[in-house]
């Protein structure tokens, strides 16, 4: 029996075409005409008018920043419950990140603690310029209760919309909600250009900043002249026609993982100890991942118990995020409450949710998870 993992790529069959395309136009470098349409088809899919391809989400968030303005002095509010990109990123332009927790019902960033944070840091003479709003295992933040507390305080949101490309909020897709918004096409997410990012937004002259950014920020002269500091973080062509490709079947895979998540509830809901992650009333999730949340009494096993019972059955599972207020590395940071995100931390697992699981393994990893009960 093959391995199970979390979230493979799942490839359609039109990758090989295009990328062999590609090589045949011998547009093998970080532009090209799949780049261009890429970013145009990828704009229309989200509603927002710009989009820049580049290296990785990452770079997109940190594109984000720099074109903002963020620089050294400056502080930047962050979901505590993330990947570690998404504070990364704040930290390379000199800025510092501070943290903020989760709410309970829908586990991104709370709006509340985020105004009580804005004002004790501004309080305490701190510069606080934006904030890094993360789009959680697919679901995104309330933000209409997000935008009041930033229009109040004037602080700018960056989207970090890498987990929820196809996720809708009222309505409109993912990825219009900030001012500015970063996407992701690692491996693991939903669509992949194997590694790459998409940095969108409605304001043309932030969009453009960032193109010319991205290719280490040359002056529009026939030699090599420079203003300002640049970096290499352009997608190559040969990956935006892998990308395309992807592309065409976002609303397949969205559907594929929400039919996973709704039969992971079906099958293991009312499970004494098990919770999943909920569904927040203002959007639809892409539902990513699909995570619970173990509670080892009334279960019987926690979470790591369940985890090594599907590893042995090498089938992957992870925790959540680990908290960012938790991480060593941020541990001097200002944080804003924590106790939510370091709870689910504890006993939240991500269960394989690749768009490809067929009803078999996801059967499997069901029966193995029910084994542990007491
Ligand atoms: C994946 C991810 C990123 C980073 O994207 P890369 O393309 O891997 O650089 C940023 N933020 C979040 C929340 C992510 O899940």
Redesign the pocket.
């Known amino acids: 029996m093959a391995r199970v993992y979390l979230s493979p790529p799942h490839v359609n069959g039109r990758e090989a075409e295009l990328v062999a395309e590609a090589i045949a136009s011998n547009w093998i470098a970080p532009l090209g005409p799949h780049v261009d349409a890429f970013e145009a088809e990828l704009a229309s899919v989200v509603g927002v008018e710009h989009a820049l391809a580049l290296s990785?989400?990452?770079?997109?968030?940190h594109l984000a920043l720099v074109v903002l303005g963020i620089g050294a002095g400056d502080e930047v509010a962050c979901s505590s419950l993330?990947?570690a990109?998404?504070a990364n990123?704040i930290t390379y332009t000199g800025a510092t990140p501070f943290f903020v927790d989760a709410d309970t019902e829908t586990w991104t960033m709370n709006s509340e603690l985020l105004d009580l944070a804005i004002s004790e840091r501004r309080a305490a003479g701190a510069l606080v310029r934006a904030i890094v709003a993360?789009?959680?295992y697919g679901q995104c933040c309330d933000y209409d209760a997000i935008r009041d507390v930033c229009d109040k305080h004037d602080v700018v949101v960056v989207q970090?919309a890498?987990?929820s490309l196809g996720a809708t909020y009222r309505g409109a897709p993912a990825g219009g909600q900030g001012v500015i918004a970063?996407f992701?096409?690692?491996g693991?997410?939903i669509i992949t250009t194997s590694?790459?990012?998409m940095l969108v937004s409605g304001n043309d002259r932030a969009i453009e900043h960032a193109r010319k950014l991205s290719t280490q920020a040359r002056e529009p002269v026939a030699h090599y002249e420079h203003q300002e500091i640049g970096f290499n973080y352009r997608m190559s062509n040969l990956l935006a026609a892998l990308g395309r490709a992807q592309l065409e079947s976002l609303p397949e895979r969205v559907a594929a993982r929400r039919r996973l998540r709704d039969r992971y509830l079906e099958l293991l809901d009312g499970t004494p100890g098990i919770a999943f992650m909920p569904e927040a009333p203002y959007g639809t999730t892409n539902a990513w991942l699909t995570c619970i949340v173990v509670d080892p009494e009334s279960f019987g096993a926690d979470r790591e118990g369940i985890r090594l019972a599907l590893e042995r059955e090498d089938i992957e599972s992870r925790p959540l995020?680990k908290p960012m207020h938790m991480q060593p590395i941020f541990a001097s940071h200002e944080r804003f409450g924590g106790d939510v995100s370091a709870r689910l931390f504890e006993r939240g697992l991500c269960l394989p949710t690749g768009s490809a699981l067929t009803d078999e393994d996801q059967d499997r990893v069901v029966a193995t998870i029910l084994a542990q009960r007491a």
Do not use: C
């Not at 990785?56 to 968030?61: H, V, Y």
């Open positions: 990785s989400g990452t770079a997109a968030l993330t990947f990109a998404s990123a993360v789009d959680l970090d890498a987990e970063a992701s096409f690692n693991n997410k590694g790459g990012g995020w």
